[in-house]
């Protein structure tokens, strides 16, 4: 059961990093859009979600 739990696990990983990828394109473009605008809040919040992003997906790539 321990093996159909982690099999089933991956499978849902696998099938987020698409999801994953889109959303770090999302946010590179509006980390472009806050600096074309020098608005610095929203490339902080940008690049923070940016850090979240990129940890989810070196965790998924690396099980």
Do not use: C, G
């Amino acid at each position: 059961m321990k093996y159909v739990m982690e099999t089933l696990r991956r499978k849902e990983e696998q099938e987020r990093l698409p999801v994953i990828r889109m959303e770090i394109d999302y946010e590179l473009m509006t980390l472009y859009d806050a600096m074309q605008e020098n608005d610095s809040v929203a490339m902080i919040k940008a690049k923070e979600r940016l850090k979240q992003l990129s940890a989810q997906l070196k965790d998924i790539e690396e099980s």
